[in-house]
Structures are given as structure tokens and as C-alpha cells.
């Protein structure tokens, strides 16, 4: 089985997370899917963004939700990271759709609904990719288990993973109950025992953020379906 390599919030080690730039450079440096984080604006508008508050990852301050998608288009995303990539702003959902739909990709969605459940979510961004004919090439994934079962409430058909970061028991009987087909689990849960059920079960497993060759390594050697990385170029060389 190939494991398909997913830039994590874009190439994100070489350019600023979630920006178009880390997502043109994942796609130049031939990684098989891309993984990036939705947040909704006080318009209900998605926006490619990791954390609820602008303060890290642009010059603004305060939480995504209570800017205007006009507003946050005005601040920069890119400086922080490096001035090369000032004037960077943060994507819509449906800016960053354009660009994709094109490309022979696969998508990881994560909703950022696990802090803040924004009313609607799920729906919002399942219209948008059915309007862009792209829900057969997309996993939604969630940290929320409630937000699984609205996910599979919406379409018997959606990708839909759930992700974990910590440790439960009968981790596996929990996803497929929410109705998950997938666990996006972080590399400290990996394990063969882990992977060799999911397979029997028919659950798929990726893994991230997988970034040091020891642990891309053992990835596919356990051929999970999916290492999420920030640095798809040096997981590539390993396969
Ligand atoms: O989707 C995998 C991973 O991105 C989840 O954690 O905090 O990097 O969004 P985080
Ligand atoms: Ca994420």
C-alpha cells in the first residue's frame, strides 16, 4: 500500500503556514495531499487559518471570528515568517478551492471547531466543495466528535476523520460509532497493533506531524495511508 504524503498546513517549514506560497511550494515539491485548518469569520465566510486568534500567524490581534472576511484580508500573514513573504494574506476556503481544483491532489480539511463550535460549519464547507466538485477528494477531519456525526449526518459518502492526540481505549470502535472512516492520530499513538486493526476494521489511519526521517520511516513501513508533514520534500525522498 503507498502512503500518500500531505503537507501539513502547506510546505510549512519553508514558507508561512497556511499562506498560498506554503501551499504553491507543497505542490511544486510533489506532495500528494494538503492538509490545512478552517476557521469562520463574523460573516461566515472560511478562512485558512490555524488558530482562533490572528496574533500568531499575522499582525493583527483578537479572535478570527470577530473580523470581517474584508477585514482580515487586510492583514499580512506572510511577515511574521519571513519579509520575503510580507503582503502574504490569509486564503478563503474558496480562494484556496480555485487553485486547487485543478491540481491531481488530495485534500485534508481540518475544522477548527474543537475550541470554538461555529454554528454550521460542517455545512458550510460541504457546500462549498460540493459546489467545487471536489468532496470525492476531500477528508474532512475533526478533533470534535460531535462535529463526526454532523459530518456523516450531512452524507453517508464524506471522507471523515477523527483526530486524536491523546490516548483512548477502544479508540477504534469510537470512530467508526461517530462514524469516522478514517483516525488522523498524533505519531505518539502509532503503533502496529494500532495500524493492523484499523486495517481489519476497515478504518484508515494517518499520522502526523510527522517530520523527523526515523519517524516518516517507520510510517511507511507500517504503510499508514497518510504522513502529515512539514516537510513533504524530505518524507518524498523516503519513498
Ligand atoms: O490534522 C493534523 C494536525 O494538523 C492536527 O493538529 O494543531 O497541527 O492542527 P494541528
Ligand atoms: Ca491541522
Known amino acids: ?127 462549498l466543495l460540493y459546489s467545487y466538485d471536489l468532496l470525492d477528494r476531500t477528508i474532512l477531519s475533526t478533533f470534535n466528535p460531535n462535529s463526526v456525526e454532523r459530518l456523516r449526518k450531512i452524507s453517508q459518502h464524506l471522507n471523515c476523520a477523527l483526530l486524536r492526540s491523546r490516548r483512548k481505549k477502544q479508540l477504534i470502535t469510537y470512530a467508526k460509532e461517530l462514524g469516522a472512516n478514517a483516525i488522523h492520530i498524533k505519531y505518539r499513538l502509532l503503533s502496529n497493533s494500532l495500524v493492523q486493526q484499523c486495517k481489519r476494521q476497515g478504518l484508515q489511519v494517518r499520522v502526523y506531524t510527522v517530520n523527523h526521517p526515523r519517524q516518516i520511516k517507520r510510517c511507511l513501513d507500517l504503510e499508514v495511508n497518510g504522513v502529515i508533514t512539514d516537510v513533504p520534500n524530505i518524507a518524498l525522498s523516503h519513498l
Open 1 to 127: 500500500m503507498k502512503t500518500e504524503i500531505y503537507a501539513h498546513r502547506g510546505s510549512s517549514l519553508l514558507a508561512p503556514e497556511n499562506t498560498m506560497a506554503a501551499f504553491q511550494l507543497a505542490f511544486q515539491q510533489g506532495a500528494q495531499g494538503i492538509e490545512t485548518d478552517v476557521q469562520l469569520t463574523k460573516d461566515n465566510i472560511p478562512v485558512l487559518i490555524h488558530d482562533e486568534r490572528v496574533n500568531r500567524t499575522t499582525n493583527g490581534k483578537g479572535y478570527v471570528k470577530d473580523y470581517t472576511f474584508q477585514q482580515l484580508k487586510q492583514l499580512d500573514a506572510g511577515a511574521w515568517f519571513n519579509t520575503e513573504f510580507a503582503g502574504a494574506t490569509v486564503p478563503s476556503l474558496e480562494e484556496f478551492l480555485k487553485w486547487f481544483g485543478g491540481k491531481p491532489l488530495t485534500l485534508n480539511i481540518e475544522l477548527k471547531n474543537n475550541k470554538i463550535d461555529y454554528k454550521n460549519m460542517e455545512s458550510i464547507v460541504y457546500d
